[in-house]
Protein backbone atom coordinates (compact mmCIF):
# COMPACT_ATOMS: atom_id res chain seq x y z
CA UNK A 1 0.00 0.00 0.00
CA UNK A 2 1.19 3.06 -0.90
CA UNK A 3 1.42 5.90 1.91
CA UNK A 4 1.03 10.14 1.63
CA UNK A 5 3.41 11.95 3.42
CA UNK A 6 3.88 11.18 6.71
CA UNK A 7 4.55 12.52 10.40
CA UNK A 8 6.55 10.60 13.23
CA UNK A 9 5.28 9.88 16.62
CA UNK A 10 7.05 8.07 18.57
CA UNK A 11 6.35 6.71 22.43
CA UNK A 12 9.45 7.38 25.55
CA UNK A 13 7.74 5.40 27.93
CA UNK A 14 5.04 3.15 28.62
CA UNK A 15 3.99 3.29 32.18
CA UNK A 16 4.95 5.20 35.24
CA UNK A 17 8.72 3.01 36.23
CA UNK A 18 9.73 2.24 32.50
CA UNK A 19 13.02 2.95 31.27
CA UNK A 20 14.02 6.28 30.93
CA UNK A 21 16.97 6.09 28.01
CA UNK A 22 14.90 4.91 25.22
CA UNK A 23 13.58 8.43 24.81
CA UNK A 24 16.65 9.82 24.60
CA UNK A 25 17.41 7.28 22.32
CA UNK A 26 14.43 8.44 20.27
CA UNK A 27 14.66 11.86 21.08
CA UNK A 28 18.10 12.10 19.70
CA UNK A 29 17.86 9.57 16.40
CA UNK A 30 14.29 8.84 16.08
CA UNK A 31 13.92 12.02 13.59
CA UNK A 32 10.59 12.47 15.33
CA UNK A 33 7.85 15.39 15.38
CA UNK A 34 5.91 14.38 18.17
CA UNK A 35 7.38 12.23 21.81
CA UNK A 36 4.22 11.12 23.89
CA UNK A 37 5.33 9.98 27.35
CA UNK A 38 2.49 7.22 28.78
CA UNK A 39 2.90 7.04 32.27
CA UNK A 40 -0.09 6.71 34.39
CA UNK A 41 -2.32 3.66 36.00
CA UNK A 42 -5.04 3.84 36.99
CA UNK A 43 -3.41 3.39 40.64
CA UNK A 44 -0.79 5.85 40.32
CA UNK A 45 -3.04 8.57 39.77
CA UNK A 46 -4.62 7.81 43.19
CA UNK A 47 -1.69 7.68 44.83
CA UNK A 48 -0.36 10.96 42.96
CA UNK A 49 -3.70 12.72 45.02
CA UNK A 50 -2.29 11.34 48.67
CA UNK A 51 1.07 13.24 47.50
CA UNK A 52 -0.92 16.29 46.52
CA UNK A 53 -2.61 16.34 49.80
CA UNK A 54 0.29 15.96 51.83
CA UNK A 55 2.08 18.60 49.51
CA UNK A 56 0.26 21.28 47.28
CA UNK A 57 2.99 21.50 44.99
CA UNK A 58 3.30 17.54 44.77
CA UNK A 59 1.61 15.23 42.91
CA UNK A 60 2.90 14.67 39.92
CA UNK A 61 5.11 12.01 38.53
CA UNK A 62 7.89 11.07 40.84
CA UNK A 63 10.28 10.64 37.50
CA UNK A 64 9.18 13.65 36.17
CA UNK A 65 12.45 15.49 36.74
CA UNK A 66 14.89 12.74 35.88
CA UNK A 67 12.78 11.97 32.27
CA UNK A 68 12.81 15.68 31.85
CA UNK A 69 16.30 16.95 32.37
CA UNK A 70 17.84 14.50 29.61
CA UNK A 71 14.71 15.79 27.26
CA UNK A 72 14.79 18.96 27.55
CA UNK A 73 17.88 19.39 25.24
CA UNK A 74 17.20 16.99 22.58
CA UNK A 75 13.69 17.65 22.32
CA UNK A 76 14.28 21.65 21.88
CA UNK A 77 17.43 20.59 19.28
CA UNK A 78 15.25 18.75 17.04
CA UNK A 79 12.33 20.82 17.31
CA UNK A 80 9.89 17.76 18.70
CA UNK A 81 6.75 18.56 20.40
CA UNK A 82 6.16 16.24 23.60
CA UNK A 83 2.81 15.63 25.33
CA UNK A 84 2.66 13.25 28.52
CA UNK A 85 0.45 12.23 31.46
CA UNK A 86 2.96 12.68 33.82
CA UNK A 87 1.14 15.93 35.49
CA UNK A 88 -0.88 13.13 37.16
CA UNK A 89 -2.48 14.67 39.83
CA UNK A 90 -0.95 17.76 39.47
CA UNK A 91 -0.49 19.10 35.79
CA UNK A 92 0.07 22.88 37.00
CA UNK A 93 3.26 21.74 39.69
CA UNK A 94 4.36 19.80 36.57
CA UNK A 95 4.79 22.37 34.25
CA UNK A 96 5.66 24.34 36.84
CA UNK A 97 8.77 22.07 37.28
CA UNK A 98 9.43 21.80 33.54
CA UNK A 99 10.06 25.14 32.90
CA UNK A 100 12.24 25.58 36.46
CA UNK A 101 14.31 22.67 34.65
CA UNK A 102 13.98 24.40 31.15
CA UNK A 103 15.94 27.16 32.84
CA UNK A 104 18.25 26.20 34.63
CA UNK A 105 19.33 24.31 30.95
CA UNK A 106 19.08 28.24 29.23
CA UNK A 107 16.20 26.89 27.28
CA UNK A 108 13.00 28.12 26.21
CA UNK A 109 9.78 26.60 26.19
CA UNK A 110 6.10 27.04 26.08
CA UNK A 111 4.58 24.62 28.82
CA UNK A 112 0.84 23.79 28.11
CA UNK A 113 -0.45 22.24 31.58
CA UNK A 114 -4.07 20.57 31.47
CA UNK A 115 -6.39 20.75 33.77
CA UNK A 116 -10.40 19.18 34.13
CA UNK A 117 -9.76 15.68 34.93
CA UNK A 118 -10.38 16.02 38.71
CA UNK A 119 -13.98 15.68 39.02
CA UNK A 120 -14.05 14.88 42.47
CA UNK A 121 -15.95 17.83 43.73
CA UNK A 122 -18.24 16.93 41.33
CA UNK A 123 -19.26 13.78 41.64
CA UNK A 124 -22.48 12.02 41.99
CA UNK A 125 -21.86 9.67 45.01
CA UNK A 126 -25.36 8.31 45.03
CA UNK A 127 -24.33 6.50 41.49
CA UNK A 128 -23.51 2.82 41.31
CA UNK A 129 -19.83 1.72 40.47
CA UNK A 130 -19.38 -0.43 36.98
CA UNK A 131 -17.62 -3.51 38.85
CA UNK A 132 -20.03 -3.87 42.34
CA UNK A 133 -23.02 -2.10 41.57
CA UNK A 134 -22.85 -0.79 45.14
CA UNK A 135 -23.14 3.41 45.29
CA UNK A 136 -19.68 5.06 45.58
CA UNK A 137 -20.54 6.53 48.92
CA UNK A 138 -20.43 3.41 50.49
CA UNK A 139 -17.32 1.80 49.08
CA UNK A 140 -15.13 3.64 51.83
CA UNK A 141 -13.10 6.86 51.56
CA UNK A 142 -12.84 8.12 48.11
CA UNK A 143 -8.85 9.77 47.24
CA UNK A 144 -9.81 10.46 44.25
CA UNK A 145 -11.49 10.61 41.13
CA UNK A 146 -10.00 11.00 37.97
CA UNK A 147 -12.28 11.08 34.30
CA UNK A 148 -10.39 9.78 31.17
CA UNK A 149 -10.25 13.25 28.92
CA UNK A 150 -9.12 12.97 25.66
CA UNK A 151 -7.96 14.93 22.44
CA UNK A 152 -10.22 17.40 22.81
CA UNK A 153 -8.37 18.89 25.74
CA UNK A 154 -5.20 18.48 23.73
CA UNK A 155 -5.89 20.11 20.78
CA UNK A 156 -5.89 24.02 21.70
CA UNK A 157 -2.79 23.84 23.21
CA UNK A 158 -1.46 22.22 20.61
CA UNK A 159 -2.94 25.07 18.46
CA UNK A 160 -2.08 27.35 21.51
CA UNK A 161 1.98 26.47 19.98
CA UNK A 162 2.82 24.34 23.22
CA UNK A 163 6.35 22.85 22.80
CA UNK A 164 5.57 20.36 25.89
CA UNK A 165 1.87 19.35 26.68
CA UNK A 166 1.34 18.16 30.24
CA UNK A 167 -1.88 16.74 31.58
CA UNK A 168 -3.13 14.14 34.11
CA UNK A 169 -5.85 11.37 33.66
CA UNK A 170 -5.85 11.63 29.81
CA UNK A 171 -6.69 8.73 28.12
CA UNK A 172 -3.19 6.35 26.77
CA UNK A 173 -4.41 6.44 22.75
CA UNK A 174 -5.33 9.98 22.50
CA UNK A 175 -1.56 11.50 23.78
CA UNK A 176 -0.90 9.46 19.80
CA UNK A 177 -3.88 10.46 18.31
CA UNK A 178 -4.06 14.31 19.49
CA UNK A 179 -0.88 14.96 17.20
CA UNK A 180 -2.48 12.95 13.96
CA UNK A 181 -5.60 15.36 14.30
CA UNK A 182 -4.02 18.81 14.92
CA UNK A 183 -1.50 17.87 12.12
CA UNK A 184 -4.20 16.42 9.41
CA UNK A 185 -6.84 18.30 10.62
CA UNK A 186 -9.13 15.63 11.26
CA UNK A 187 -12.77 16.37 11.91
CA UNK A 188 -13.63 15.23 15.51
CA UNK A 189 -16.57 13.24 13.64
CA UNK A 190 -14.29 11.58 10.94
CA UNK A 191 -14.69 8.41 13.32
CA UNK A 192 -12.40 6.07 10.70
CA UNK A 193 -9.45 8.04 10.68
CA UNK A 194 -10.20 8.62 14.58
CA UNK A 195 -10.02 4.84 15.06
CA UNK A 196 -6.78 4.43 12.74
CA UNK A 197 -5.47 6.86 15.02
CA UNK A 198 -6.30 4.94 17.96
CA UNK A 199 -4.89 1.96 16.95
CA UNK A 200 -1.48 3.54 16.51
CA UNK A 201 -1.84 5.08 19.71
CA UNK A 202 -3.24 1.75 21.22
CA UNK A 203 0.00 0.20 19.74
CA UNK A 204 2.21 2.37 20.43
CA UNK A 205 0.81 3.11 24.48
CA UNK A 206 3.32 0.66 26.14
CA UNK A 207 6.39 1.12 24.62
CA UNK A 208 8.44 -1.85 24.51
CA UNK A 209 5.49 -3.94 24.44
CA UNK A 210 5.31 -3.36 20.45
CA UNK A 211 9.04 -4.10 20.20
CA UNK A 212 9.71 -7.12 21.61
CA UNK A 213 9.55 -6.48 24.96
CA UNK A 214 6.82 -8.63 27.52
CA UNK A 215 7.45 -11.19 24.20
CA UNK A 216 10.37 -12.95 24.80
CA UNK A 217 10.41 -16.75 25.32
CA UNK A 218 13.91 -18.63 24.43
CA UNK A 219 13.88 -20.65 22.17
CA UNK A 220 10.04 -20.14 20.87
CA UNK A 221 10.36 -15.96 20.90
CA UNK A 222 13.39 -15.09 20.97
CA UNK A 223 13.80 -11.39 21.20
CA UNK A 224 17.65 -9.72 20.05
CA UNK A 225 19.25 -7.71 22.67
CA UNK A 226 17.00 -6.78 24.92
CA UNK A 227 18.89 -4.81 27.57
CA UNK A 228 19.11 -2.33 24.75
CA UNK A 229 14.91 -2.50 23.61
CA UNK A 230 14.68 0.23 21.34
CA UNK A 231 11.10 1.78 21.81
CA UNK A 232 8.59 2.00 18.98
CA UNK A 233 7.43 5.16 16.77
CA UNK A 234 4.90 5.24 13.68
CA UNK A 235 5.02 6.94 10.53
CA UNK A 236 1.43 8.33 10.03
CA UNK A 237 -0.54 9.50 6.87
CA UNK A 238 -3.63 11.51 6.46
CA UNK A 239 -5.69 8.47 6.01
CA UNK A 240 -4.51 7.21 9.28
CA UNK A 241 -2.77 4.38 7.61
CA UNK A 242 0.47 3.64 9.83
CA UNK A 243 3.83 2.09 9.55
CA UNK A 244 5.80 0.87 12.65
CA UNK A 245 9.64 0.83 13.23
CA UNK A 246 12.50 1.44 15.86
CA UNK A 247 15.57 3.44 15.57
CA UNK A 248 18.27 1.54 13.83
CA UNK A 249 21.00 -0.13 15.84
CA UNK A 250 18.39 -0.61 18.94
CA UNK A 251 17.33 -3.76 20.42
CA UNK A 252 14.22 -5.52 19.78
CA UNK A 253 11.95 -6.95 17.12
CA UNK A 254 8.86 -5.35 15.11
CA UNK A 255 6.89 -8.45 14.19
CA UNK A 256 3.23 -9.27 13.19
CA UNK A 257 3.76 -11.63 15.80
CA UNK A 258 4.36 -8.67 18.67
CA UNK A 259 2.04 -6.28 16.99
CA UNK A 260 -0.74 -9.08 17.72
CA UNK A 261 0.25 -8.98 21.52
CA UNK A 262 -0.55 -6.11 21.68
CA UNK A 263 -2.97 -4.85 19.38
CA UNK A 264 -5.48 -7.37 21.74
CA UNK A 265 -3.58 -5.85 25.15
CA UNK A 266 -6.24 -5.44 27.66
CA UNK A 267 -9.15 -5.26 25.01
CA UNK A 268 -12.29 -6.32 26.22
CA UNK A 269 -14.14 -6.60 22.92
CA UNK A 270 -11.59 -5.98 19.53
CA UNK A 271 -15.19 -4.53 17.73
CA UNK A 272 -15.65 -1.83 20.33
CA UNK A 273 -12.71 -0.22 22.11
CA UNK A 274 -13.66 2.94 24.30
CA UNK A 275 -12.07 6.07 24.30
CA UNK A 276 -13.11 9.43 25.03
CA UNK A 277 -12.31 10.62 21.25
CA UNK A 278 -14.15 7.26 19.67
CA UNK A 279 -15.25 3.78 18.90
CA UNK A 280 -12.84 2.06 17.44
CA UNK A 281 -13.24 -1.42 15.76
CA UNK A 282 -9.95 -3.44 16.04
CA UNK A 283 -11.56 -6.21 14.61
CA UNK A 284 -11.14 -5.56 10.67
CA UNK A 285 -7.47 -4.21 11.21
CA UNK A 286 -4.66 -5.30 9.27
CA UNK A 287 -1.10 -5.73 10.33
CA UNK A 288 1.56 -6.36 7.52
CA UNK A 289 5.40 -7.20 7.93
CA UNK A 290 6.89 -5.10 5.10
CA UNK A 291 10.71 -5.44 6.10
CA UNK A 292 12.96 -6.48 9.23
CA UNK A 293 11.81 -4.56 12.15
CA UNK A 294 8.85 -2.62 10.27
CA UNK A 295 5.27 -3.53 10.02
CA UNK A 296 1.80 -1.89 8.72
CA UNK A 297 -1.74 -1.13 9.84
CA UNK A 298 -4.57 -0.29 7.67
CA UNK A 299 -8.47 -0.47 8.26
CA UNK A 300 -10.05 0.24 11.05
CA UNK A 301 -13.33 1.96 11.48
CA UNK A 302 -14.75 4.38 14.24
CA UNK A 303 -18.21 4.81 15.79
CA UNK A 304 -19.48 8.07 17.26
CA UNK A 305 -17.91 8.47 21.24
CA UNK A 306 -19.77 7.84 24.11
CA UNK A 307 -21.99 11.21 25.63
CA UNK A 308 -20.32 10.05 29.12
CA UNK A 309 -16.32 9.54 30.35
CA UNK A 310 -15.47 6.67 32.57
CA UNK A 311 -14.34 7.92 36.04
CA UNK A 312 -11.62 6.64 38.15
CA UNK A 313 -12.24 6.45 41.84
CA UNK A 314 -9.44 5.91 44.32
CA UNK A 315 -10.72 4.93 47.71
CA UNK A 316 -8.77 4.07 50.91
CA UNK A 317 -8.83 0.08 50.87
CA UNK A 318 -6.81 -0.68 54.17
CA UNK A 319 -3.54 -2.42 54.83
CA UNK A 320 -1.64 -5.36 52.84
CA UNK A 321 0.26 -7.14 54.54
CA UNK A 322 2.31 -9.86 53.42
CA UNK A 323 5.55 -12.35 54.63
CA UNK A 324 7.05 -14.99 53.02
CA UNK A 325 9.70 -17.37 54.39
CA UNK A 326 11.42 -20.37 52.64
CA UNK A 327 12.42 -24.41 52.97
CA UNK A 328 14.91 -26.17 50.48
CA UNK A 329 15.35 -30.12 49.94
CA UNK A 330 13.72 -33.36 50.53
CA UNK A 331 10.10 -32.80 51.55
CA UNK A 332 10.20 -28.63 51.57
CA UNK A 333 6.23 -28.45 50.26
CA UNK A 334 5.46 -30.71 52.69
CA UNK A 335 7.31 -28.23 55.16
CA UNK A 336 5.77 -25.37 53.73
CA UNK A 337 2.65 -26.50 53.78
CA UNK A 338 2.88 -27.61 57.69
CA UNK A 339 3.66 -23.53 58.25
CA UNK A 340 0.74 -22.72 56.30
CA UNK A 341 -1.46 -25.02 58.80
CA UNK A 342 -0.07 -23.26 61.54
CA UNK A 343 -0.74 -19.50 60.44
CA UNK A 344 -4.15 -20.15 58.97
CA UNK A 345 -4.65 -21.25 62.58
CA UNK A 346 -3.09 -18.40 64.39
CA UNK A 347 -3.96 -15.74 62.09
CA UNK A 348 -7.70 -16.26 60.90
CA UNK A 349 -9.08 -15.18 63.75
CA UNK A 350 -7.73 -11.88 63.34
CA UNK A 351 -7.92 -11.38 59.51
CA UNK A 352 -10.91 -10.91 57.24
CA UNK A 353 -9.26 -11.92 53.91
CA UNK A 354 -6.11 -14.25 54.49
CA UNK A 355 -4.30 -15.63 51.49
CA UNK A 356 -1.10 -18.59 51.64
CA UNK A 357 0.78 -19.75 48.86
CA UNK A 358 4.08 -22.30 48.12
CA UNK A 359 5.97 -19.94 46.05
CA UNK A 360 6.73 -22.15 43.09
CA UNK A 361 3.23 -24.10 42.68
CA UNK A 362 0.45 -22.03 43.34
CA UNK A 363 1.53 -18.33 44.48
CA UNK A 364 0.07 -17.09 40.92
CA UNK A 365 -2.92 -18.75 40.10
CA UNK A 366 -3.76 -20.06 43.34
CA UNK A 367 -3.62 -23.54 42.46
CA UNK A 368 -0.83 -25.36 39.56
CA UNK A 369 -2.18 -25.94 36.11
CA UNK A 370 0.27 -28.88 35.91
CA UNK A 371 -1.69 -32.22 35.96
CA UNK A 372 1.37 -33.73 38.32
CA UNK A 373 0.21 -33.70 42.29
CA UNK A 374 3.19 -34.06 43.59
CA UNK A 375 5.78 -32.06 42.28
CA UNK A 376 8.75 -31.26 44.72
CA UNK A 377 11.22 -27.89 43.82
CA UNK A 378 14.27 -28.03 45.34
CA UNK A 379 12.78 -24.28 47.17
CA UNK A 380 9.23 -23.75 48.38
CA UNK A 381 8.37 -20.23 49.55
CA UNK A 382 5.85 -19.61 51.85
CA UNK A 383 4.05 -16.26 51.66
CA UNK A 384 0.87 -15.46 53.41
CA UNK A 385 -0.87 -12.27 52.48
CA UNK A 386 -3.96 -10.75 54.38
CA UNK A 387 -5.83 -7.43 54.19
CA UNK A 388 -6.95 -5.32 57.18
CA UNK A 389 -8.25 -2.02 57.75
CA UNK A 390 -5.92 -0.86 60.19
CA UNK A 391 -1.93 -1.26 59.95
CA UNK A 392 -1.20 -3.36 63.44
CA UNK A 393 -3.87 -6.16 62.05
CA UNK A 394 -1.78 -5.97 58.80
CA UNK A 395 1.61 -6.19 60.81
CA UNK A 396 0.38 -9.29 62.52
CA UNK A 397 0.75 -11.29 59.17
CA UNK A 398 4.68 -10.49 59.28
CA UNK A 399 4.60 -11.13 63.07
CA UNK A 400 3.34 -15.09 62.58
CA UNK A 401 5.44 -15.47 59.61
CA UNK A 402 8.89 -14.31 61.47
CA UNK A 403 7.73 -16.10 64.34
CA UNK A 404 7.99 -19.71 62.37
CA UNK A 405 11.69 -19.31 62.88
CA UNK A 406 11.60 -20.91 66.03
CA UNK A 407 8.14 -22.37 66.42
CA UNK A 408 7.51 -23.86 62.74
CA UNK A 409 8.97 -26.42 60.49
CA UNK A 410 12.39 -27.35 60.41
CA UNK A 411 15.12 -25.33 58.40
CA UNK A 412 12.69 -22.32 57.26
CA UNK A 413 14.82 -19.05 56.21
CA UNK A 414 14.70 -16.15 54.93
CA UNK A 415 11.54 -14.68 56.54
CA UNK A 416 10.93 -11.27 55.02
CA UNK A 417 7.68 -8.98 55.85
CA UNK A 418 6.02 -5.99 54.91
CA UNK A 419 2.79 -4.14 55.39
CA UNK A 420 1.90 -1.58 52.59
CA UNK A 421 -1.65 1.23 52.81
CA UNK A 422 -3.62 0.68 50.00
CA UNK A 423 -5.69 2.28 47.18
CA UNK A 424 -8.25 0.54 45.70
CA UNK A 425 -9.95 1.69 42.32
CA UNK A 426 -13.52 1.21 40.80
CA UNK A 427 -14.76 3.34 37.91
CA UNK A 428 -18.15 5.52 37.70
CA UNK A 429 -19.24 7.52 34.61
CA UNK A 430 -19.89 11.18 34.78
CA UNK A 431 -21.45 13.06 31.58
CA UNK A 432 -19.17 14.39 29.01
CA UNK A 433 -20.65 17.91 29.27
CA UNK A 434 -19.85 18.36 33.27
CA UNK A 435 -15.95 18.03 32.31
CA UNK A 436 -14.42 21.24 31.52
CA UNK A 437 -10.52 21.06 30.67
CA UNK A 438 -8.86 24.42 30.89
CA UNK A 439 -4.96 25.31 29.47
CA UNK A 440 -2.69 27.61 31.84
CA UNK A 441 0.92 28.40 29.68
CA UNK A 442 3.94 28.80 31.16
CA UNK A 443 7.48 29.99 29.93
CA UNK A 444 10.92 29.61 30.58
CA UNK B 1 -2.95 -37.21 20.18
CA UNK B 2 -2.51 -34.59 22.77
CA UNK B 3 -0.38 -31.24 22.42
CA UNK B 4 0.10 -28.50 24.14
CA UNK B 5 -1.63 -25.48 23.28
CA UNK B 6 1.98 -23.57 24.42
CA UNK B 7 2.79 -25.58 20.99
CA UNK B 8 0.97 -23.88 18.89
CA UNK B 9 -0.10 -20.33 20.10
CA UNK B 10 1.37 -17.54 21.64
CA UNK B 11 -0.58 -15.28 24.31
CA UNK B 12 -0.53 -12.21 26.31
CA UNK B 13 -2.48 -11.47 29.04
CA UNK B 14 -4.11 -8.11 30.18
CA UNK B 15 -6.09 -6.61 33.43
CA UNK B 16 -8.99 -4.36 33.15
CA UNK B 17 -10.34 -4.09 36.73
CA UNK B 18 -11.14 -7.55 37.68
CA UNK B 19 -11.75 -8.76 34.17
CA UNK B 20 -8.67 -10.65 32.17
CA UNK B 21 -8.09 -10.34 28.62
CA UNK B 22 -6.11 -13.07 27.30
CA UNK B 23 -5.06 -13.40 23.65
CA UNK B 24 -4.31 -16.78 21.94
CA UNK B 25 -2.36 -16.41 18.38
CA UNK B 26 -1.33 -18.90 15.76
CA UNK B 27 2.30 -19.29 15.23
CA UNK B 28 1.14 -20.41 11.91
CA UNK B 29 -2.13 -19.18 9.65
CA UNK B 30 -2.66 -23.28 9.07
CA UNK B 31 -3.37 -23.97 12.66
CA UNK B 32 -6.16 -21.30 13.33
CA UNK B 33 -9.23 -23.72 12.73
CA UNK B 34 -7.86 -26.28 15.27
CA UNK B 35 -7.81 -23.63 17.85
CA UNK B 36 -11.37 -22.26 17.09
CA UNK B 37 -12.66 -25.70 17.01
CA UNK B 38 -10.93 -26.75 19.85
CA UNK B 39 -10.06 -23.54 22.21
CA UNK B 40 -13.74 -22.73 22.99
CA UNK B 41 -14.89 -19.95 25.74
CA UNK B 42 -16.31 -23.58 27.45
CA UNK B 43 -13.01 -24.78 27.46
CA UNK B 44 -10.98 -21.90 28.26
CA UNK B 45 -13.76 -21.70 31.10
CA UNK B 46 -12.71 -25.32 32.91
CA UNK B 47 -9.07 -24.37 32.46
CA UNK B 48 -9.20 -22.11 34.70
CA UNK B 49 -12.18 -23.14 37.07
CA UNK B 50 -11.96 -21.68 40.73
CA UNK B 51 -9.46 -19.31 38.39
CA UNK B 52 -11.95 -17.17 36.90
CA UNK B 53 -15.27 -17.24 38.66
CA UNK B 54 -17.23 -15.07 36.22
CA UNK B 55 -18.10 -15.91 32.57
CA UNK B 56 -15.77 -16.21 29.93
CA UNK B 57 -16.13 -14.81 26.13
CA UNK B 58 -14.29 -15.65 23.39
CA UNK B 59 -13.80 -13.17 20.03
CA UNK B 60 -12.57 -14.61 17.12
CA UNK B 61 -9.81 -12.53 14.45
CA UNK B 62 -9.27 -15.12 11.47
CA UNK B 63 -7.22 -12.60 9.98
CA UNK B 64 -4.83 -12.44 12.65
CA UNK B 65 -5.13 -16.14 12.91
CA UNK B 66 -5.73 -14.47 16.62
CA UNK B 67 -9.10 -15.45 19.17
CA UNK B 68 -9.44 -13.21 22.12
CA UNK B 69 -10.64 -14.48 25.53
CA UNK B 70 -11.98 -12.17 28.14
CA UNK B 71 -12.86 -13.59 31.86
CA UNK B 72 -14.74 -11.72 34.10
CA UNK B 73 -13.91 -11.75 38.14
CA UNK B 74 -10.75 -13.28 37.06
CA UNK B 75 -8.62 -11.02 39.50
CA UNK B 76 -9.97 -11.44 42.89
CA UNK B 77 -11.50 -7.95 42.79
CA UNK B 78 -8.70 -6.52 40.77
CA UNK B 79 -5.36 -5.25 40.56
CA UNK B 80 -5.90 -2.90 43.34
CA UNK B 81 -7.16 -4.67 46.13
CA UNK B 82 -6.16 -8.49 44.93
CA UNK B 83 -4.43 -10.24 47.29
CA UNK B 84 -2.56 -12.38 44.86
CA UNK B 85 1.06 -12.38 43.84
CA UNK B 86 0.74 -11.67 40.50
CA UNK B 87 -2.00 -8.93 40.67
CA UNK B 88 -2.65 -8.16 37.32
CA UNK B 89 -3.16 -11.43 36.38
CA UNK B 90 0.14 -11.37 33.75
CA UNK B 91 1.19 -14.75 34.53
CA UNK B 92 -2.23 -15.82 33.01
CA UNK B 93 -1.19 -16.58 29.13
CA UNK B 94 1.11 -18.93 30.17
CA UNK B 95 -1.41 -20.74 32.48
CA UNK B 96 -3.51 -21.04 29.61
CA UNK B 97 -0.67 -21.79 27.47
CA UNK B 98 -0.76 -25.21 29.13
CA UNK B 99 -3.80 -26.06 28.20
CA UNK B 100 -3.81 -29.44 26.05
CA UNK B 101 -6.35 -29.98 23.32
CA UNK B 102 -6.67 -33.43 21.39
CA UNK B 103 -5.01 -33.06 18.01
CA UNK B 104 -5.14 -35.80 14.63
CA UNK B 105 -2.18 -38.00 14.06
Known amino acids: MAMGATIRVGCGAGFAADRIEPALVLAEHGSLNYLALECLGERTVALAQLRRHRDPNAGYDVLLERRMNGLLPLIKRNSIRLLTNMGAANPLAAAAKVVELARQQGIHVRVAAITGDDVLNILDLDQPTLETSEKLRSIGQIVSANAYIGIDALLPALAGGADIIIGGRIADPSLFLAPLVHHFGWALDDHDRLARGTVVGHLLECAGQLTGGYFADPGKKDVPEMARLGYPFADVDAEGSARFGKVAGTGGLISVATATEQLLYEVTDPSAYYTPDVIADFSTTNLQQIERDVIETSGARGKPRSPHLKVSVGYHAGYLGEAEIGYAGENCVARARLAAEIITERLKPHLQELRVDVVGLTALHSRTMSPEDNYCPYEARLRVAGRSLDAAHAGLIGEEVEGLYTNGPAGGGGARRSVSEQIGILSCFVPREQVVTQVTYFES | ?105
Open chain 2, 1 to 105: MKRKLYELAHSRAGDKGNTTTLSVIAYRREDYELLRNKVTAAAVKEHFAGIIKGEVSRFELPHLSALQFVGREALGGGVTVTLALDAHGKCMSSALLEMEIEVDD
